[in-house]
């Protein structure tokens, strides 16, 4: 009985021993909020080429698929993707949300770990994490 016992405090001395920060990590990714002012009649969109990096698509892409959702036009100035109207900070992120939903996140398990490809007319995104291959609509 007693060496049950040592048994069991060991085992949960090893548990608590483990490290888990790997698996934090992994669970811990999460859709980055994109930060917005309104200046005038533009629309500034200050970490917008950050959040880019963050979900490792091409910032033309993303930027083209926001204007297209918000139906206005844009352009990059250093960091900032800048807006021409005044949009809501909200509206813009259920925008950005969209679009990670629709390019980043694998529609088979939800991993981020993806890239999209072209085959021919054609893209897909393929996922690094379970292999999934499926079609995306064209932005
Ligand atoms: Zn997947």
Known sequence: MEDFYAYEELLERAY????????????RWEIPTLTSIITGNR???KN???ACKFIRRQEKDVMKYLLKEL????????????????FPNKTINDKF????KNYVL???CGK??????????LKFIKCEACGARNPVPNI
Do not use: H, N, W
């Open 112 to 121: 981020p770990d993806t890239t999209i490809i072209k085959e021919g007319r």
């Open 48 to 50: 917008f080429l950050e």
């Open 43 to 45: 629309t500034f969109i």
């Open 97 to 100: 949300v969209k679009y990670v």
């Open 16 to 27: 608590k021993a483990l490290p888990e920060r790997s698996i934090e990590q992994e669970e």
């Open 71 to 86: 139906g206005t036009q844009g352009y990059m100035e250093g960091s900032m993707l800048v807006l021409l109207g005044k």
């Open 106 to 108: 694998c529609p088979i």
